[in-house]
Structure formats: structure tokens, C-alpha cells
């Protein structure tokens, strides 16, 4: 049993070490921060949606936002898409593929932001989402395991980590670009949370 637990812990370490040596991929993450606090500085709103383990992602990105992550300071302005009335009554009424899109079309304003999570990069329900976003003025920061140039051609900024073959590899490394994303938001508006 052990020699799995080496295993999948070598297999992170490896994913890990390829996002840290992919110069573009970091820079897309510069990118995504850099957009995040220009819409913050705003005073705008950032949306987060995903599927499954994504979802789980996005809400918690939303959560540290309104929330803290490390220290204490004044929260920011974030959603998660997860409300589970407004997911069952569009799912029912109106189909799986608008659960995310609906909700930005009805509470997102020129200025905000999506992020949008897809491990695959091919979520239909995230594609339209970040379709609707557009249309709406918010920009779009793509977060995803794989190329996809639809998904990428609706994005301000893709980020796309190369977690490796399977689904939770690249959830790993979201969840570290979410912490990443975060920290530097901090920085920004609360460098005291940082000084020492």
C-alpha cells in the first residue's frame, strides 16, 4: 500500500514541477491576478462556476474571497454559482446547459468577472456561461486542464495547467492557482497581511 501512497504523491510532485516550468502558464496566472485586481479596484464582482470537483473549487475560491484566507481583512466582493434552488429550477425548467449562463445573466454587470472552471475545457454548461458573459460585459478568466480554442477564444485570460491524464491531477493544481490568485489579490489591497 505504501508504494501507491509514493506513487501518487510522485505523480503530484511531477504535475507540479511541470506548471512550475511552464513559463506560459505562469504567466497566464500573472495575467489572471493582474485582471482580477483591475476589477476589484472597480469595485466590480467576480463569479466562479464549475462541475463536480470544480464546482467544489469555485466555491471555495468565492468563500476565501468573502471570507479571509490566511489573515484577517475587509472581504471582497465574490460569488460562487451553487445555489442549489436557482441549479434545480433552471436544470428543471430550462436545462443542465444554462444553470451557470442564467445566473450571469441575471446578476452579472459590465465590469465583473467570471471564472470559469473546467477540468476538460470542453463543459458545455461553461462554455455558454463564459458565452454569456461576454455578451453581458464581464470579462472571463478560464481555468482549465486542457486546450480547447472555443473555450479559449471566450477567455480574457486561459489558464491552462498541465495536470497530466486524469481529472484530479489537474484539480490539484487549480486549487494551488486559486490559492495563488488569492494571495496576490491580498498583496494588492492588504499588503499588511504580508509584511512580516
Known sequence: MIEHIQSNLREAQRALDALLSDGPALASVEQAAALLIQVFERKGRVYSCGNGGS?????HFAEELTGR??????????????????????GN???????????????????????????????????????????????VIALT????????????????TPGGRYADRVQEL??????ILIELIERRFFPENYAA
Open 55 to 59: 464546482m467544489c473549487d469555485a466555491m
Open 69 to 90: 484566507y490566511r489573515d484577517d481583512r475587509p472581504p471582497l466582493g465574490a460569488a460562487a454559482i451553487s445555489d442549489a434552488s436557482h441549479m434545480s429550477c433552471v
Open 93 to 139: 425548467d430550462l436545462g443542465y446547459e444554462q444553470v451557470f449562463s442564467r445566473y450571469v445573466e441575471a446578476h452579472g454587470r459590465p465590469g465583473d468577472c467570471l471564472l470559469a472552471i473546467s477540468t476538460s475545457g470542453t463543459s458545455k454548461n461553461i462554455l455558454r456561461a463564459a458565452r454569456a458573459a461576454k455578451d453581458n460585459g464581464l470579462s
Open 145 to 160: 486542464g486542457k486546450r480547447n480554442p472555443a473555450f479559449e477564444a471566450l477567455a480574457d485570460v486561459y489558464v491552462c
Open 174 to 179: 487549480h486549487i494551488k492557482v486559486l490559492h
